[in-house]
């Protein structure tokens, strides 16, 4: 019998997850509240009257990940139509691409919100959605949600908010900097979006002020003229002791960007915290465009904010740059937020094994709400790649009991090894984690199976194969070359022309892909 799906949600996530649904013979629907596809990706202005917007995009946002390691296994961007790093309107164009090699815009409902979703007794889904002809209700064998976590700001609760008589707002409502031009501003925190909104403002502001706690790592997206991803290697990051990777991934940082200023340089480790990738960032610091202050909010004042150091900062604009909160509004709370957690007690701790399925809930898979040191998209589809071979039942998922005790594990292993933030809840290392992931289906590229393909093929392309999946930039064609799902013809071709600096796809991709388009590019 046919299985029923329910996505719902239509970016990244959800996209990768209904093309290996359909790939896989289900019949899958994406629901998706908005009337496009792309998810926060697409960028929103925010509407004029509530404030209120879905996504999180600022019209200069820069993919933290290159172009070469961000692309879905079998569908790579092209190098003469998409720039090393894009923006987001080129990864949006990629997405529609994708949608439409794959024939997946049909199987999607626009508009339709899912309200509210219930197992049944045997594991099904009730799930209740909104669209313009009304509330409807519908029964399905599993539900993704793939609404992914960037959606809900998190404000932590600073005392004298209300006391303030500028401009207080969170970084998921900026757009441009303009609107900030001559005024004096102060950015709180030092992730990704605090970096980017301050080095954006900088030149424009009267004054621009990054406020954080405990520093962190700034790391260039270019070094020595290739793309960072590039220094970070399968190798690296499997086979060699961790120590060592550490150590020469902080001389390296340190060698091209120089010593982090007192108020950044962090406490902790170079991979003990999700870094942040900007070229510009500590140069504005240097040229006193950029004030950092390595200091906590005692309060908010009418004219701006007092610091736990005792600095006074008298400022117009406060950016709250201090992350998203976990949440599904419509999937029981019970079914993804932990109760409790051997790493940080937060809401953002979550009971997922795997950080895909609860262990109290049967039918219902996760996709996309990670954190990790790479691109998600090829993450993503991992682990839609896992979920639908467990409904396809390719292998099994362990007791309840052993996946709690999985659930356990890791947040012992995020206690050892991560700083103690709300950030780090959903933190993976990229290669361990898609190993893990693959596993079951065969899939993950070991150093044995690519080695052993030296015997039964062409060696010397065999063993080209070998050396770029290992030592090279991690391209994500190195996922399509075993197991369930490979599809070695596009994989290798990818691979080959990445690890040689193909300024466009090679003639054998284009040949790869044509024989999926004739094929129905996997999907019927």
Known sequence: MTLK???????????ATLKECLAAGFEATIFEAQGHIGGQWQYTDPDPVTGEVHSSIYQGIIFNSCRDTSSF??????????????????????????????????????????????????????????????????????????????????????????DFKGQFIHSHVYRTPGAFEGKKVAVIGVGSSAVDIASEIAPQAKELHVITRKGGWIIPRFVFGKPVEAFDSRFAATVLPSAITKWAQTKLCNLVMGELPPELKPKHGILEANATVRSDFVEKIQVGLITPHRAGIEKFAENGLLLNNGTELDVDVIIACTGYLIEFPYLPEDSYRAKKSLFIDSPNSVNLYELVTPPNYQNLFIIGILELPGP??????????????????????????QMSKSIEEFQQHLAKNYVHSDRHTVTIEPFQYADRLLRPLHANPTFGALFRKIFTSNPFRALSVLNAVYMGIPSSGQFRLLGEGADQEIAVAS????????KELSKEEKEALRKMREDGASVP
């Open 5 to 15: 799906v329910l996505i719902v949600g239509a970016g990244v996530s959800g996209l």
């Open 376 to 401: 998600l998209p090829p993450m993503a589809e991992i682990q839609a790649r896992w979920s639908v071979g467990i409904l396809a039942k390719k292998f099994n998922l362990p007791t309840r009991e």
């Open 73 to 162: 296994s079998d569908f790579p961007m092209d190098p003469a139509s998409y720039s090393v790093y894009t923006g987001h309107k080129q990864f949006v164009q990629y997405l529609h691409e994708y949608a439409k090699f794959f024939n997946l815009m049909s199987h999607i409902k626009f508009s339709t919100r899912v309200m509210k979703c219930v197992q049944l007794e045997g594991g099904k889904w009730e799930i209740t959605s909104s669209a313009e002809e009304g509330a409807k209700t519908g029964t399905y064998d599993a539900l993704f949600a793939c609404t992914g976590h960037n959606t809900t700001p998190f404000i932590p609760q600073f005392q004298g908010v209300a």
């Open 495 to 502: 691979i080959l022309r990445i690890a040689k600096g193909g």
